[in-house]
């Protein structure tokens, strides 16, 4: 936030976030027309009054007054409910249909949606130490078991988890679009998971094998009932089950 902004009295400007290397090589760019991506952008921008849902029961004067061509709005929207990048929800009793924009706080500064923490008075002993009644936070509790999670899965693979989290996200990325719709977010909880909970599932080694398997057998990513990210984590679930077996 700028010196500007901070100002005591003034408003901070609402302001839409986007990653840029995820919106140059991501699989939005592929996914939309380079129309269908300007739709996109203007509607991340009429989300900012809604907090993430934009009100397009009346689609057509939405389209008017943005100025664009109604049927390529109509397209980004379809698009975007196909590619899980909007949700559309119905109000009946206000007669009104909103287009949800999905993991909306990923486009918006921290600070405009998470909240402020309070300060937690510790009281210590003369020595420093803990007094008997403290008791860690949950969240810090939390953190710890990732910390050691995130330990124990650099001293199995040989590197630190953030390289190893970049190379999952690439093997997925490989696949991205209609076959894979990746979600860093969604994805990112997948890799946590089995790094805090499964930590001998050598996960980069197992999503290569369904990777391929995939390449080799494209149609399976879409006949299958359950949805591809799915298929992933019962194919690693399976392997932390062959891992407990064997022990």
């Not at 989300?47 to 057509?60: A, F, Q, S």
């Not at 300060?119 to 810090?140: L, T, Y």
């Not at 979600?183 to 790094?195: H, I, P, T």
Request: hydrophobic share 30%; net charge positive; proline share 6%.
């Amino acid at each position: 936030m700028s010196g500007e902004d901070k100002r005591p009295g003034r408003r901070s400007e609402p302001r839409v976030w986007l990653y840029t290397e995820h919106w140059l090589w991501g699989s939005t760019r592929s996914e939309l027309t380079l129309e269908e991506r300007a739709i996109f952008i203007d509607l991340l921008c009429l989300g900012i009054t809604g907090m993430g849902k934009v009100d397009i029961t009346y689609p057509d004067q939405t389209a008017d007054q943005l100025r664009v061509p109604r049927d390529v709005f109509n397209s980004t929207v379809k698009k975007g409910v196909q590619y899980e990048k909007f949700t559309i929800k119905r109000d009946k009793r206000r007669k009104k249909t909103f287009l949800c924009i999905l993991n909306w706080t990923r486009y918006q500064p921290e600070y405009l949606h998470s909240r402020p923490e309070k300060p937690v008075r510790k009281w210590r002993s003369a020595k420093g130490g803990k007094c008997d009644a403290h008791v860690d936070p949950r969240e810090e509790r939390r953190g710890e078991e990732v910390r050691e999670g995130e330990v124990r899965e650099e001293k199995r693979s040989g590197g630190p988890p953030s390289k190893l989290k970049t190379e999952f996200f690439n093997l997925l990325r490989s696949l991205s679009g209609p076959s894979y719709p990746f979600q860093e977010n969604e994805d990112g909880q997948v890799f946590d998971l089995f790094a805090v909970k499964y930590p001998k599932v050598n996960i980069i080694e197992q999503t290569e094998k369904k990777v391929e398997y995939w390449r080799e057998n494209p149609s399976a990513l879409r006949a299958h009932k359950k949805g591809p990210r799915t298929q992933l984590v019962d194919w690693l679930l399976g392997e932390a089950e062959y891992q407990d077996g064997q022990k």
